[in-house]
């Protein structure tokens, strides 16, 4: 059999594989699979470093499936290769409940997948973070143990999305010449030719960025081949634009958006087999084609072992670290860090913007938790998050803990995501928080995915003052919240924040997300040994006797609500105040602990610089709300908190109707 022969009956494995599964399931996208069939063959059967008997080996490389639709692309190479879980079952079992093969490819559910991808975009720039992350870890581990490539596979509709602008130029800048993106150039997509919709020179706009860019033909593998060996050696980013036919192979629909997003039928995958002479039955790989594929795949073996044992070269202390790292361990030396840090903070009292209180924690834990990158979307003095002694990474010296990210809050986030799947750096970054829209779409993927990923989001309200409305954030958090499994973190003071960073770096398996004060916060938690936050709400200052009035307020608005207690006491009246950090985990408490956090007392105000949405899930129907209920306005922060009613008296006075109400 001659390799080209050998070739096309691998690439046609592919395209069968994924139009019978499709047809099965009467639901999911061929033509991707059956265009891009061909370069996928030739990168994994040729160029790509993985062993499916160890899919989380370090040093492999890793492939993105930017366009996640054209997922059984995926599933049939994995089961092709040889990825043991991907069985024939699985591929059967197509975008049904529970299989693993699910109709988007989702990193958590199948072995073997880099990072989930569908939201059109997102994998190309996750793709930009694992990149960065390969080339941090070789500055500080070194190329025997760290030297592997990022592959990407996008669609047009990838490169339609703005993100992907976010992402070249964050990679051209970077200089990030082990990332390599194939572009299955098809010039189909949905609505049909893309030229109902774009005329963008994309190998331009990329040169234009800093990428080396070629142009092929994408059923050509000695073409393709040849183009991945010459952006290897490019010492830029590449972009490989591959000419393909979407469908490929289908007599009728080849070629039309037809083939894009439904089963072919019947009778077109019948004319299909006989076009490409495939005589095998649906789900049945004929022996010397699943032979070769699962010789590629068995090939990653050798490959694994050797740079196990150049791992193993490693002076103890170093690969010590690396595995640490690479599990996603923090130092034991941290809790005590944190400790000795809310000791001091507890006890100087320093009134500080929680932002600053954040900068005062990366001081003193970064030492610690080398394995931490921070950045910031070029707001790093707003944002606290660089600290003492952090060296930001240039384009030539990886070495540094700290990303200049540029104005790209998008491209951030996706990347952050691709820096903590990729492993071995825990990051970290900032930004506005009212431009968490910004970030929005992949903060969704790093909480579906499970991935601890830090965002610091400073700026927090009205309390940021004359910047007016377009800055300060009045569903943001009600938004954050609305995301499950994202921890939305807002403290009171220094004490808290400390609590919320141990909380973010402890949580391995939920991002979080830092909300944070410009405007200065007096101290109040107590600051003992145990993290109060970590309950997500806490008795922040007890009643002077059996409480008439419950206040539960968050981040600034703690303080305030301390000074309506100290009014309404005056008055005689015995008032709590709950402090609440994080809704979240204070849902996940059992029933009777978050009553007892609740408490009796008659009336229940709950006090926050933003709406009210949220607040009945803790405090049921049976309580007033202090905040805001329209965007914010220009002007000082104190003049803002008056303007809108969010003042002591304000909640004195609702503290008090409610009390004669009940
Ligand atoms: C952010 C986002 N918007 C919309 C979609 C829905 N969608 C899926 S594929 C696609 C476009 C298909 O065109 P193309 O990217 O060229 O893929 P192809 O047709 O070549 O498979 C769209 C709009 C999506 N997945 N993500």
């Not at 994309?202 to 994408?218: H, N």
Request: overall charge negative; glycine content about 10%.
């Amino acid at each position: 059999m001659s390799s080209r022969h050998s070739h096309d009956r691998m690439a046609n494995a592919i395209r069968f594989l994924s139009m019978d599964a499709v047809e099965a399931a009467n639901s999911g996208h061929p033509g991707l699979p059956m265009g891009a069939a061909d370069i996928a063959t030739v990168l994994f059967a040729q160029v790509l470093k993985i062993d499916p008997s160890a899919p989380h080996w370090p040093d492999r490389d890793r492939f993105v499936l930017s366009a996640g639709h054209g997922s059984m692309l995926l599933y049939s190479v994995l089961h092709l290769m040889g990825f043991p879980k991907v069985t024939m079952e699985e591929i059967k079992r197509f975008r049904q409940l529970g299989s693993l093969t699910p109709g988007h490819p989702e990193n958590f559910v199948t072995e073997g997948i880099e990072t989930t991808t569908g939201p059109l975009g997102q994998g190309i720039a996750t793709a930009v973070g694992m990149a960065m992350a390969e080339k941090a870890l070789q500055a500080r581990y070194g190329a025997e143990v760290v030297d592997h490539h990022t592959y990407v596979l996008c669609s047009d509709g990838d490169l339609m999305e703005g993100i992907s602008q976010e992402a070249a130029d964050l990679a051209g800048h970077l200089k990030l010449s082990k990332l390599i993106v194939l572009w299955d150039d098809n010039l189909i997509s949905i609505d049909g030719a893309t030229s109902l919709s774009g005329s963008t020179d994309q190998l331009a706009r990329f040169a234009a960025s800093g990428w080396s860019t070629t142009r092929v033909d994408g059923h050509d593998p000695a073409a393709i081949l040849a183009a991945i060996e010459a952006a290897k050696a490019s010492g830029k980013p590449s972009l490989i634009a591959c000419r393909t036919t979407i469908g490929f192979g289908a007599p009728k629909k080849a070629g039309s958006e037809k083939a894009h997003g439904s089963p072919l039928g019947a009778e077109e995958i019948a004319a299909t087999r006989a076009a490409l002479g495939w005589e095998a039955a649906p789900f049945e790989v004929p022996a010397d084609v699943l032979d070769a594929w699962r010789a590629a795949g068995a090939a990653g073996k050798a490959r694994r072992t050797a740079w196990e044992q150049r791992l193993a070269t490693l002076p103890a202390d170093r690969q010590a670290e690396f595995q640490r790292t690479q599990a996603g361990r923090l130092p034991e030396a941290l809790a005590d860090a944190f400790a000795a840090f809310k000791a001091k903070a507890a006890a100087d009292k320093a009134a500080v913007a929680t932002r600053k209180s954040s900068e005062m924690v990366l001081d003193a834990i970064t030492p610690v938790v080398p394995e931490m990158l921070g950045g910031s979307a070029d707001l790093t003095g707003s944002n606290n998050t660089k600290a003492k002694g952090a060296k930001a990474i240039t384009p030539d010296d990886f070495s540094g803990s700290f990303v200049h990210w540029g104005v790209r809050e998008h491209g951030m986030s996706a990347a952050m995501n691709g820096i903590a799947l990729h492993k071995g750096l825990i990051p970290f970054s900032g930004g506005f928080l009212v431009f968490s829209d910004y970030c929005r779409p992949a903060i969704r993927l790093a909480a579906l995915m499970g991935e601890r990923v830090i965002h610091v989001l400073t700026h927090d309200s009205i309390g940021l003052g004359e910047d007016g409305p377009t800055h300060q954030p009045v569903e943001h958090l009600a938004a954050l919240r609305a995301i499950p499994d994202l921890l939305v973190l807002r403290p009171a003071d220094t004490v808290e924040t400390a609590e919320c960073w141990q909380i973010a770096l402890e949580t391995t398996d939920r991002p979080s997300a830092l909300i944070l004060s410009r405007q200065n916060l007096p101290v109040l938690a107590p600051g003992g040994g145990e993290n109060l936050s970590r309950g997500g709400a806490y008795e922040i200052l007890p009643a002077s006797g059996k409480a008439q009035v419950s206040l539960f307020a968050t981040g600034s608005e703690v303080s305030l609500a301390a000074e309506a207690k100290k009014m309404l006491e005056a008055q005689g009246v015995p008032t709590r105040v709950v402090s609440v950090p994080c809704f979240e985990l204070f849902l996940e408490r059992p029933a009777a602990e978050r009553a007892a956090v609740i408490g009796d007392a008659p009336a229940k105000v709950a006090v926050e610089a933003a709406v009210r949405m949220g607040w009945a899930d803790l405090l049921g129907s049976d309580f007033a709300f202090v905040g805001m209920t329209s965007f914010g306005a220009s002007a000082p922060g104190k003049d803002l908190f008056k303007h809108f009613g969010i003042t002591p008296e304000s909640v004195v006075a609702k503290a008090l109707d409610r009390l004669k109400q009940n």
